[in-house]
């Protein structure tokens, strides 16, 4: 190794892929692509659309190879990221207003396109919404590939160039990084992008550590200094001191005993200390997942989002289709319990083939959506409940519905319920006829009257994403708001106590399958409060099983008990913080 003879600099972004990173940097310093700017005549006119036409088909075709290797390579779920790209290439507006633009400018189709192009990258970037926000890295990638396309440039591959160095550039675009051989890099470090952009997700499936939104970080590194990517605190260290790298070596050596120790404890039982048993359950959106959620130590699926099957779909999935992949997942699990959430779309999640009004809704949360949809759509709603009733015959699935807001609308759902099963019955279908029922708690309204829902319902699931932000009149992807958004408000605490209050009453379990579940911190609080399941996204089930195995339950009951009596927010957040720390020893900082 080099002596480190310049100065050491310490950089602070974004903690986006964990692990520890130590190599020679590799700074991509990106340049505009060059578009010739001239004017067209009327006779050319229809030329320079054909021209487009046939950059659209030639973009298509490299997006659709490059997403079959994807898939053979990292997997169906990774590869589905270029859906998007794929519906940005059908857009009619984009490509019509493209066509407008030729022919109020009587410009080259390069210029039109990349004009239209930019006012759409703009408008998306405007939106206050990170995931609307992050289409328009979708758009901004698929116009580049057009363009490239059209003037005959391919996108160059960096991972090849940047083998066994830490690659630093100013944003990895997903086409980009998904033509990269990453094997070879060692880190990745970003100017732009955030936790959720496609090539940082990419980065965590491949155990890359990252560090994104490092503003300015081109200018600071030269090519091949030696750097450390933190990819745990969100820091890079650029031409690190002898100690920092040995306190890196340490630290690096620590993390991995760490993770060794949390991953063998994801093979044992969910207890706590003082021996209760606490469901766990994965929260998934595809059948793609199963593996992933068990390795992580899942014991079920307390809420499969079947809405995505319906999002990725042109028309109305069958029955047939649901069921398969319902199958799936009950077979996959066997006698531990699968919940599948009939459809919750509509409002922020509408759908093309199906009718959700003429204009768009001035308040799509408190909107058309979940059951309300369902049930003005009674035979798609009937071809689902029938899908996971013959699921049922698999394995132990448990159905439950989403948004419910009062006694009506359950009893309605439930006897669309009763006629799926008559008809089965007299098709001599098999199904499983005694199916548990549940419904998730989370508006407000029905919180307040669990105690009636209960009488009607096997299970109870608490969606605190929802919940919440219903509760306390936040917008739960309003970045403005997000201050406001707390799980540890008294409001909050006192209405979960009363939803597990009821459900205990009524002899009925009850989960919590909000993030709010998944938040290492929150969850001795929510298991103080009186929640028996928790059910969590596959990539936080290890640490929560760890902090379950290591804590008591007598303490958690302690914990909720003061947090209910403390009028501070803040105060309870941070009582959490400690209690959590206490549990997990030097497991915290993993
Ligand atoms: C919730 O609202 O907490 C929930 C789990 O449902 P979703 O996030 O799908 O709305
Ligand atoms: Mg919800």
Same mark, same amino acid.
């Given at each position: 190794?080099?002596?480190?003879?310049?100065?050491?600099?310490?950089?602070?972004?974004?903690?986006?892929?964990?692990?520890?990173?130590?190599?020679?940097?590799?700074?991509?310093?990106?340049?505009?692509?060059?578009?010739?700017?001239? +004017?067209?005549?009327?006779?050319?006119?229809?030329?320079?659309?054909?021209?487009?036409?046939?950059?659209?088909?030639?973009?298509?075709?490299?997006?659709?190879?490059?997403?079959?290797?994807?898939?053979?390579?990292?997997?169906?779920?990774?590869?589905?990221?270029?859906?998007?790209?794929?519906?940005?290439?059908?857009?009619?507006?984009?490509?019509?207003?493209?066509?407008?633009?030729?022919?109020?400018?009587?410009?080259?189709?390069?210029?039109?396109?990349?004009?239209?192009?930019?006012?759409?990258?703009?408008?998306?970037? #405007?939106?206050?919404?990170?995931?609307?926000?992050?289409?328009?890295?979708?758009?901004?990638?698929?116009?580049?590939?057009?363009?490239?396309?059209?003037?005959?440039?391919?996108?160059?591959?960096?991972?090849?160039?940047?083998?066994?160095?830490?690659?630093?550039?100013?944003?990895?675009?997903?086409?980009?990084?998904?033509?990269?051989?990453?094997?070879?890099?060692?880190?990745?470090?970003?100017?732009?992008?955030?936790?959720?952009?496609?090539?940082?997700?990419?980065?965590?499936?491949?155990?890359?550590?990252?560090?994104?939104?490092?503003?300015?970080?081109?200018?600071?590194?030269?090519?091949?200094?030696?750097?450390?990517?933190?990819?745990?605190?969100?820091?890079?260290?650029?031409?690190?001191?002898?100690?920092?790298?040995?306190?890196?070596?340490?630290?690096?050596?620590?993390?991995?005993?760490?993770?060794?120790?949390?991953?063998?404890?994801?093979?044992?039982?969910?207890?706590?200390?003082?021996?209760? +048993?606490?469901?766990? +359950?994965?929260?998934?959106?595809?059948?793609?997942?199963?593996?992933?959620?068990?390795?992580?130590?899942?014991?079920?699926?307390?809420?499969? #989002?079947?809405?995505?099957?319906?999002?990725?779909?042109?028309?109305?999935?069958?029955?047939?289709?649901?069921?398969?992949?319902?199958?799936?997942?009950?077979?996959?699990?066997?006698?531990?319990?699968?919940?599948?959430?009939?459809?919750?779309?509509?409002?922020?999640?509408?759908?093309?083939?199906?009718?959700?009004?003429?204009?768009?809704?001035?308040?799509?949360?408190?909107?058309?959506?979940?059951? #309300?949809?369902?049930?003005?759509?009674?035979?798609?709603?009937?071809?689902?409940?029938?899908?996971?009733?013959?699921?049922?015959?698999?394995?132990?699935?448990?159905?439950?519905?989403?948004?419910?807001?009062?006694?009506?609308?359950?009893?309605?759902?439930?006897?669309?319920?009763?006629?799926?099963?008559?008809?089965?019955?007299?098709?001599?279908?098999?199904?499983?006829?005694?199916?548990?029922?549940?419904?998730?708690?989370?508006?407000?309204?029905?919180?307040?009257?669990?105690?009636?829902?209960?009488?009607?319902?096997?299970?109870?699931?608490?969606?605190?994403?929802?919940?919440?932000?219903?509760?306390?009149?936040?917008?739960?992807?309003?970045?403005?708001?997000?201050?406001?958004?707390?799980?540890? +408000?008294?409001?909050?605490?006192?209405?979960?106590?009363?939803?597990?209050?009821?459900?205990?009453?009524?002899?009925?379990?009850?989960?919590?399958?909000?993030?709010?579940?998944?938040?290492?911190?929150?969850?001795?609080?929510?298991?103080?409060?009186?929640?028996?399941?928790?059910?969590?996204?596959?990539?936080?089930?290890?640490?929560?099983?760890?902090?379950?195995?290591?804590?008591?339950?007598?303490?958690?009951?302690?914990?909720?008990?003061?947090?209910?009596?403390?009028?501070?927010?803040?105060?309870?957040?941070?009582?959490?913080?400690?209690?959590?720390?206490?549990?997990?020893?030097?497991?915290?900082?993993?």
């Amino acid at each position: 190794m080099d002596a480190p003879h310049k100065t050491e600099k310490i950089l602070t972004g974004i903690a986006a892929s964990p692990g520890i990173a130590h190599g020679r940097a590799f700074v991509v310093v990106q340049t505009e692509l060059e578009l010739p700017v001239y +004017h067209i005549d009327a006779t050319q006119r229809d030329a320079e659309i054909a021209r487009f036409d046939q950059a659209l088909v030639a973009t298509r075709q490299q997006i659709v190879k490059m997403q079959g290797e994807i898939a053979r390579s990292l997997g169906e779920d990774e590869a589905r990221i270029f859906d998007a790209h794929l519906l940005v290439l059908e857009d009619q507006a984009l490509i019509s207003e493209t066509i407008r633009e030729v022919d109020t400018t009587m410009r080259n189709i390069e210029t039109c396109f990349r004009a239209v192009g930019q006012r759409y990258v703009e408008a998306f970037g #405007r939106i206050d919404d990170e995931y609307l926000r992050e289409r328009a890295a979708d758009i901004r990638d698929v116009v580049e590939r057009v363009l490239h396309n059209l003037t005959g440039r391919t996108v160059e591959n960096l991972a090849r160039l940047a083998s066994d160095r830490v690659l630093l550039t100013y944003d990895i675009s997903t086409s980009g990084s998904a033509g990269m051989d990453k094997s070879g890099i060692l880190g990745l470090v970003t100017e732009a992008g955030s936790r959720t952009s496609h090539a940082v997700i990419m980065a965590r499936s491949m155990k890359i550590p990252a560090v994104v939104g490092l503003k300015g970080a081109s200018a600071e590194v030269e090519d091949a200094d030696w750097v450390i990517v933190d990819g745990y605190d969100g820091l890079v260290v650029v031409n690190p001191s002898e100690q920092t790298l040995f306190r890196y070596g340490k630290l690096q050596l620590q993390r991995r005993t760490l993770e060794k120790r949390m991953l063998a404890s994801a093979r044992q039982p969910a207890q706590t200390l003082d021996r209760k +048993h606490i469901g766990l +359950h994965a929260n998934i959106e595809t059948a793609d997942e199963l593996q992933r959620a068990r390795d992580a130590g899942g014991e079920g699926v307390g809420l499969f #989002r079947t809405e995505f099957l319906f999002l990725q779909s042109d028309t109305v999935p069958s029955e047939e289709m649901q069921f398969e992949t319902y199958r799936k997942v009950a077979e996959f699990f066997g006698s531990e319990p699968v919940t599948i959430r009939s459809i919750d779309l509509g409002g922020d999640k509408p759908v093309r083939w199906a009718n959700f009004g003429e204009k768009p809704e001035a308040n799509p949360f408190l909107g058309f959506r979940a059951i #309300r949809f369902c049930l003005e759509n009674i035979p798609i709603f009937k071809a689902q409940l029938k899908a996971i009733l013959r699921a049922g015959a698999y394995g132990n699935v448990r159905l439950m519905f989403p948004m419910i807001s009062g006694m009506d609308e359950l009893d309605r759902a439930l006897l669309v319920l009763a006629e799926a099963k008559a008809e089965l019955k007299a098709a001599g279908v098999p199904f499983n006829t005694r199916m548990p029922v549940g419904t998730m708690i989370e508006i407000p309204s029905a919180a307040v009257i669990a105690d009636l829902l209960a009488t009607r319902c096997d299970f109870f699931s608490v969606g605190t994403n929802d919940l919440i932000q219903y509760l306390l009149a936040v917008d739960r992807g309003n970045m403005r708001t997000a201050h406001l958004y707390e799980p540890t +408000h008294p409001a909050v605490l006192r209405t979960l106590k009363t939803i597990f209050d009821a459900a205990h009453e009524a002899r009925i379990p009850v989960s919590v399958c909000g993030e709010m579940a998944g938040d290492p911190v929150m969850v001795p609080l929510l298991l103080g409060l009186g929640a028996d399941d928790l059910s969590i996204s596959p990539a936080g089930l290890t640490v929560v099983k760890y902090l379950v195995q290591h804590m008591r339950m007598a303490d958690a009951v302690k914990l909720a008990r003061e947090a209910l009596e403390d009028p501070d927010a803040q105060r309870v957040a941070v009582r959490s913080m400690e209690f959590y720390r206490a549990c997990m020893g030097d497991m915290a900082t993993g």
